[in-house]
């Protein structure tokens, strides 16, 4: 029988961390989290749920831990979930099914639908929003560089037709909270890769940051991907997403 760990990082998420537990509970045979030494009730809520639990350092590439948690499951496949994602019963029927005709293949793409302003987002590119979660002990890991990276599997992969469900954000103030976060991590990533470059390419970069790439990301996701079709949170999100670019390039130079 194959047998399933479902693992987190975490880090001061006694709020959202028990309904996400719910959610899972019944899917896995083990629960493996690695946890940023929270200061909440993180780790009590994560042991009543007879998770193990090991608590190390917060990072800011929190995807570090998450690798950890993958390396400490011990069951033949690993679930990587975040504690703001929700398994609906169709999802966790679908990997119950799939895992028990023993497939040949390593991995599992699992779409998501997320919550924003209100709404689920299913235009703007938002859904699927497909996130390679689910993958065979030993044949998946996080490059651990980027904050908006994927698991890399080794061997055939295939997709889940039922949606992960992620509430990423209680409030539009705390989107800003986050969206603030990425864009000094974004900043950090810009100033790696601008190291000994040439003037003219960190003016070409500069061009692409503050006009080219805001733009083009706010054309294609409101207007090709119909972003429009969600009314104003799609008109929000899109707005914000192409703002990251020019805000994380004057973080770089630390106007901001």
Sequence with gaps: MQKLSVVLATFNE???L???LDSAHDLADEIIIVD???VDKTVEIAKKYGAKVLVVKNLP???INKQKAIDLATKNW???L????????????EIKSKLADNPSINGYWVARKNWFLGRFLMKGGQYPDYTLRLYRKGKGHLPQIHVHEQAEVIG??????HALLHYPYKNFASY???????NGLLATQIRENLKNKSFLARITYAAGYLIIKPAHWFLTTYIRHKGFMDWWPGFIFSFFSALRFPVSYLKYLKIL
């Design 36 to 38: 940023g030494s929270s």
């Design 156 to 161: 055939d992969v295939e997709y889940l037709k």
């Design 176 to 182: 800003l909270v986050k969206w603030n976060r990425y």
């Design 14 to 16: 006694e709020k959202n």
């Design 61 to 63: 590439n929190f995807h």
């Design 78 to 80: 690993v679930f990587q």
């Design 18 to 20: 028990q309904d996400c």
């Design 82 to 93: 975040d504690a703001d994602e929700r398994v609906s019963e169709e999802l966790s029927k």
